[in-house]
């Protein structure tokens, strides 16, 4: 079974799940906007665990991390229930879906300049860069879609799309704190002739970051090939 193949199926069977929330949130007079609204909400609510995390906490306390996690993941479900609740509302529209991807871009810069904010507030400032890189990444994956489609090209598939960021930065973020509260924050792995150590209790939450920051880029790049090709096959069919 392909990527996207799997990725729809799971994303199926969650629809399956969250249905009956869905409509819910219909019959209480939510609307798809509203709903993404709420998504954009609870993200600007990361940051703001994120940067108080950051104003208040010292270095290597990372139950802040883990709270955020939580949120992160909480807020991912608004992203899938939007447009499930304009499916099942009746409720699409064009504007909708525009609003929609204008939030989506917002809520993930917003998560991410809260994770900066933290990282570098705590002195993690090569993971930072990691973070802003991953940030970068994640923005061209949307933007190559986006850019290709206005001009005629379908371009999907790749690894880190916005499901796969929000899952896992969240299950990262949620695996630290715990990791945190069992081992605390001064656990370091330190290998034989390396004069610094090479894991630390933060690096469940780093790690993933910096594999973002490159599979992002990568999936962006795929996109662009992708798209450079499908372009010059439509050309080529009306000579």
């Known amino acids: 079974m392909s990527m996207d193949k799997l990725r729809d199926a799971l994303q199926q069977g969650i629809y399956q799940v969250i249905n009956p929330f869905v409509r819910l949130l219909i019959k209480l007079g939510f609307t798809p906007n509203a709903v993404t609204t709420t998504g954009l909400i609870l993200n600007i609510g990361v940051a703001g665990i994120f940067i108080w995390g950051g104003e208040t906490s010292n270095r290597g306390e990372l139950e802040y991390v883990g709270w955020a996690g939580a949120l992160v993941l909480f807020a991912g479900v608004f992203d899938m229930l939007d447009g499930q609740v304009a499916r099942l509302g ?19 810069m917003i998560m ?42 379908e371009c999907k598939g790749g690894l880190m799309q916005r499901p796969e960021r929000i899952v896992l930065i969240g299950l990262s973020a949620i695996a630290c704190g715990i990791t945190y509260y069992f081992v605390g ?8 002739g390396v004069p610094f150590h090479v894991f630390e209790t933060m690096s469940v939450f780093t790690l993933p970051i910096t594999v973002m920051a490159v599979m992002t880029n990568v999936t962006a790049y795929h996109r662009l090939m992708d798209s450079k090709k499908a372009m010059e096959a439509k050309e080529m069919a009306t000579r």
């Open 112 to 153: 991410f300049m809260g994770i900066c904010y933290y990282l570098i507030s705590h002195h993690y400032l090569l993971s930072s860069l990691f973070a802003f890189v991953a940030l970068i990444g994640s923005m061209m994956v949307s933007y190559t879609r986006a850019r290709a489609e206005g001009l005629g090209v």
């Open 185 to 192: 924050a001064d656990y370091k792995v330190y290998v034989p």
């Open 90 to 108: 009746n409720m699409k529209s064009t504007f909708g879906a525009m609003y929609d991807s204008v939030l989506d871009r917002y809520s993930e």
